[in-house]
């Protein structure tokens, strides 16, 4: 999608779910198309961890390659920055944005309509 990148658009849009939400099992054994679990989860941010934190919910993002805010598309006005998403350390549980890079997650709270896009 790199020559035809539009955050709303096609493989790079969002859905926007309510309600509570549980990360999925992996099984123990058989075919699964998880290949792994995932390390990003939520932590408190007045809370110590030792833990590498990879990213953060809301407040502003911080652009790797300078603001790219999306417009919504049903209202065209810009999306508020939901969270931030890095890569992380272990190869196996690791997000993958290119190399070094962040993903980034945008809503529109009146429209319920939300975009994904990730810079490197």
Do not use: K
Not at 29 to 47: F, I, M, Q, S
Not at 71 to 96: H, K, Q, R, V, Y
Request: proline share 8%; charged share 20%; aromatic share 10%.
């Amino acid at each position: 999608m790199c020559d035809d990148w539009d955050a709303t658009a096609g493989a790079n849009s969002a859905f926007v779910f309510r309600g509570q939400l549980s990360a999925a099992t992996v099984p123990a054994e058989g075919e699964t198309l998880l290949g792994a679990v995932t390390a990003l989860h939520t932590h408190p941010a007045d809370t110590p961890t030792t833990e590498p934190v990879l990213g953060r919910l809301g407040g502003e993002p911080d652009w790797l390659q300078g603001d790219e805010t999306p417009d919504c598309p049903s209202c065209i006005t810009p999306m508020t920055f939901t969270a931030e998403l890095e890569e992380g350390s272990d190869f196996a549980t690791s997000a993958n944005f290119g190399g070094g890079g962040r993903g980034y997650i945008f809503h529109c709270h009146p429209c319920s309509e939300a975009a994904f896009l990730w810079q490197r």
